[in-house]
């Protein structure tokens, strides 16, 4: 699987981006998807996740209220809105591919990870 992200951009707090995640291949709708970032000087960290068929998504306690993750298998795409964004929010984003059924919140459960966007957040 080959992801792509993108979506990312600069905005003002209180402002809103949506992130998309392109994966190639035909087997999409049997990976769970997460988003994580990596913010200057920090590790990497999970952000959200959602099943396979779209049915369960978890939350960093961080964005939660504030982010939706969300994913359409038809167009082999997963989706993160993200609202309300704060300066800390800003990070370079990943979206991750994991071969399996429960949603994972450590980075080395993904098998395959995208290039990444940058999200950048002025007070």
């Known amino acids: 699987v080959q992801l792509q992200a993108s979506g990312g951009g600069s905005v003002q707090a209180g402002g809103s981006l949506r992130l998309s995640c392109l994966a190639s291949g035909r087997t999409f709708s049997s990976y769970v998807m997460g988003w994580f970032r990596r913010a200057p000087g920090k590790e990497r960290e999970f952000v959200s996740g959602?099943?396979?068929?779209?049915?369960?998504?978890t939350y960093a306690d961080s964005v939660k209220g504030r982010f939706a993750i969300s994913r359409d298998n038809a167009k082999n795409t997963v989706y993160l809105q993200m609202n309300s964004l704060k300066p800390e929010d800003t990070a370079v984003y990943y979206c991750?591919?994991?071969?399996?059924?429960?949603?994972?919140?450590?980075?080395?459960?993904?098998?395959?990870w995208g290039q990444g966007t940058q999200v950048t957040v002025s007070s």
């Open positions: 959602i099943s396979s068929g779209g049915f369960r998504t």
């Open positions: 991750a591919a994991r071969d399996g059924i429960t949603i994972e919140y450590a980075r080395d459960s993904y098998d395959y």
